[in-house]
């Protein structure tokens, strides 16, 4: 029987001769493939825009009108609300003037009563 031998398994990749330069490599490619890219784009540049799809302007116009409307619906409640806010100040002004004068009615009833409290019973005027 032959003897087997162990062989050496071989990887795809080839075996490179040491770097004798004392230049480092940059990870970012080279300046002249950076410069064509950039006459190739600039060449574009000329040229006129394309004009979107008739689908993407109708899109495009009908958030335009959703927009319109919520604005408007807005605008439309805030003066509600500021007609209701002038209406609830003048309430406000109204009420508190009330309470002052009932304030001053009370005061007035309150001295009253301390008066007749304060007199003598044959010095008040007879009942009518």
């Given at each position: 029987?032959a003897t087997?031998?162990?062989?050496?398994?071989?990887?795809?990749?080839r075996?490179?001769?040491?770097?004798?330069?004392?230049?480092?490599?940059?990870?970012?490619p080279?300046?002249?493939?950076?410069?064509k890219?950039?006459?190739?784009?600039?060449?574009?540049?000329?040229?006129?825009?394309?004009?979107?799809?008739?689908?993407?302007?109708?899109?495009?116009?009908?958030?335009?009108?959703?927009?319109?409307?919520?604005?408007?619906a807005l605008?439309?409640?805030?003066d509600q609300?500021?007609?209701?806010?002038?209406?609830?100040?003048?309430?406000?002004?109204?009420?508190?003037?009330?309470?002052?004068?009932?304030?001053?009615?009370?005061k007035?009833?309150k001295?009253?009563?301390?008066?007749?409290?304060s007199?003598?019973?044959?010095?008040?005027?007879?009942?009518?």
């Amino acid at each position: 029987m032959a003897t087997k031998r162990a062989t050496k398994k071989t990887t795809g990749s080839r075996k490179t001769a040491p770097t004798t330069s004392t230049k480092k490599r940059s990870a970012s490619p080279s300046r002249s493939r950076t410069a064509k890219a950039s006459t190739k784009t600039g060449s574009r540049g000329t040229a006129k825009t394309a004009t979107p799809p008739a689908a993407s302007v109708a899109a495009a116009q009908k958030v335009l009108r959703t927009v319109e409307r919520r604005e408007a619906a807005l605008r439309k409640s805030l003066d509600q609300q500021t007609k209701t806010i002038k209406k609830v100040k003048k309430s406000l002004t109204e009420h508190r003037d009330t309470v002052n004068d009932l304030k001053t009615d009370l005061k007035k009833v309150k001295k009253t009563r301390k008066s007749v409290t304060s007199c003598p019973l044959n010095a008040l005027p007879p009942p009518t």
